[in-house]
C-alpha cells in the first residue's frame, strides 16, 4: 500500500531533498494523467463557508477493566466522513505501514471511530485516504509517527482529523510532456468547493520556483525562465476557513527543452572514478554562466562529510587539508545572486592514494 503522510495534524512536514517547497506534505507519485485535457478557464462558483464540525461528545461505552478505548473524528470539510477505514497499530513504518499489534474500525455516519478494549500501551494511527489509493498516517513531527498513549479504564480522544481528497485535476504541462517555453502556465481544472489553491513548482536540480498560497485563479505562469530541466509540480485547494480539502494525486511531471541554460554542472576532472595523490587535489568543473558562486562537497565512504558545501568563487576547488587514503565521492552545485542552488552536477567518485 502507498503510504501519504497528514502534515495538517500533529506537525508538519516540508518536502525533503531537492523539492524544497512551503511546509506542506509532498504529494504521493501514485496515478498520472498521461493525456492533456481542455482546460476550464471560468471561475469556479464561489464556494460557500464550510460548516463547522460541531463538538465531539464521547458517549460510548466504558472500556472492560484492565483495557482502554481509542475515538476520534475523520472530517472532510467541515462534515463527517462516513466509512473510512482507521487503524491503530503497535508500529507504523513510512513504507509499510501499520506493523506489530493492530486493531481496526470504521467511521460511522458521524465521521466517528472507536477501538474498544484495547491493550494499554503506545499506538500510531492511521486512516484510509479519500479518493486515492493509500493510507495517511498521523505524524509528531517530520516523519516519524505520533504516538497515542492508552491507560487502562481510560477513553483516549485521539482528535479530529481533516481529511483530504486527492482527486483534483490537472491540466497542463501534461504529465511526461516536454514543452519549449522560457515561462509556461501551469493549469488545472477548478475544485468546486475551494476557496483558493496553493501551486508548487520544482526543479529535479535546484530550489523550488515557487509556492504560491492564496491563488484565486485556476492557472499560474512562471514568472522566470526556465531551464533546461525536468520538473515536478502539485497542485493543493482549501476552503474558506484554510483546511486543505483536496490535492492532485501526486506530481506532474515535464522536461523543458530548447533554452540557453541548463541546470547541470559539469565535472572536469579528477574524472569519474579516478585515482589521484592525497597531496594534490583539484577539483574542477565546467563554468556555468549564470553561476555566482558554487558550493563543493565530498564525502568518505561512510557518508561523513570531508568537504561541507565550501564556497568556491571560481570554477575549481584546490582541497588544502590531508585526507586519508581511501574511497570519496565530490559534488559541486551553482548558486544565484539570490544564494539559491539552480544546478549540480553528477555525483562523482574518486580514489585518493597515499601521497
Known amino acids: 500500500m502507498?503510504?501519504?503522510?497528514?502534515?495538517?495534524?500533529?506537525?508538519i512536514l516540508c518536502a525533503l531533498g531537492l523539492a524544497l517547497t512551503a511546509?506542506?506534505?509532498?504529494?504521493?507519485?501514485?496515478?498520472?494523467?498521461d493525456g492533456a485535457q481542455g482546460v476550464d478557464t471560468s471561475q469556479a462558483e464561489a464556494p460557500t463557508s464550510a460548516p463547522e464540525p460541531t463538538e465531539l461528545a464521547y458517549s460510548g461505552p466504558d472500556p472492560a477493566?484492565?483495557?482502554?478505548?481509542?475515538?476520534?473524528?475523520v472530517l472532510w470539510n467541515g462534515l463527517p466522513a462516513a466509512g473510512v477505514s482507521v487503524e491503530i497499530c503497535d508500529d507504523i513504518d513510512y513504507f509499510d505501514g501499520c506493523t506489530g499489534e493492530q486493531y481496526a474500525a470504521t467511521t460511522g455516519e458521524d465521521g466517528m471511530f472507536l477501538f474498544a478494549d484495547v491493550t494499554?500501551?503506545?499506538y500510531g494511527l492511521e486512516y484510509e485516504a479519500l479518493e486515492s489509493d493509500g493510507w495517511i498516517y498521523i505524524t509528531s513531527g517530520v516523519l516519524d509517527a505520533a504516538e497515542f498513549e492508552v491507560r487502562a479504564d481510560e477513553a483516549l480522544f485521539a482528535g479530529d482529523f481533516d481529511a483530504v481528497k486527492y482527486n483534483?485535476?490537472?491540466?497542463s504541462p501534461a504529465a511526461d510532456s516536454e514543452v519549449h517555453e522560457a515561462q509556461p502556465s501551469l493549469a488545472w481544472q477548478p475544485y468546486p468547493e475551494a476557496a483558493y489553491y496553493e501551486v508548487s513548482l520544482s526543479p529535479e536540480r535546484g530550489s523550488s520556483l515557487f509556492s504560491s498560497h492564496e491563488l484565486d485563479g485556476t492557472s499560474i505562469t512562471a514568472d522566470a525562465d526556465l531551464l533546461n530541466c525536468s520538473y515536478s509540480w502539485y497542485v493543493k485547494a482549501y476552503n474558506a476557513q484554510g483546511i486543505q480539502?483536496?490535492?492532485?494525486?501526486?506530481s506532474w511531471y515535464f522536461d523543458v527543452g530548447d533554452q540557453p541554460y541548463g541546470c547541470k554542472v559539469t565535472g572536469l576532472s579528477p574524472a569519474d572514478g579516478a585515482a589521484v595523490a592525497g597531496d594534490s587535489i583539484i577539483l574542477s568543473w565546467d563554468v556555468h554562466d549564470l553561476a555566482v558562486y558554487y558550493n563543493v562537497s565530498m564525502y568518505d565512504q561512510s557518508s561523513t562529510a570531508v568537504l561541507d558545501f565550501v564556497r568556491a568563487d571560481g570554477p575549481s576547488y584546490t582541497i588544502?587539508?590531508?585526507?586519508?587514503?581511501g574511497?570519496?565521492?565530490?559534488?559541486?552545485?551553482?548558486?544565484?545572486?539570490?544564494?539559491?542552488?539552480?544546478a549540480f552536477s553528477e555525483t562523482y567518485t574518486l580514489t585518493i592514494t597515499e601521497p
Open 65 to 73: 477493566p484492565g483495557t482502554g478505548n481509542v475515538y476520534g473524528r
Open 120 to 122: 494499554p500501551m503506545s
Open 168 to 171: 483534483m485535476e490537472l491540466v
Open 327 to 342: 574511497d570519496y565521492t565530490w559534488v559541486v552545485y551553482a548558486y544565484d545572486q539570490n544564494d539559491d542552488f539552480f
Open 2 to 11: 502507498d503510504r501519504i503522510v497528514l502534515v495538517k495534524i500533529m506537525g
Open 23 to 33: 511546509c506542506g506534505g509532498a504529494p504521493s507519485d501514485s496515478g498520472r494523467n
Open 245 to 250: 480539502i483536496a490535492e492532485s494525486d501526486g
Open 320 to 325: 588544502t587539508q590531508a585526507i586519508a587514503a
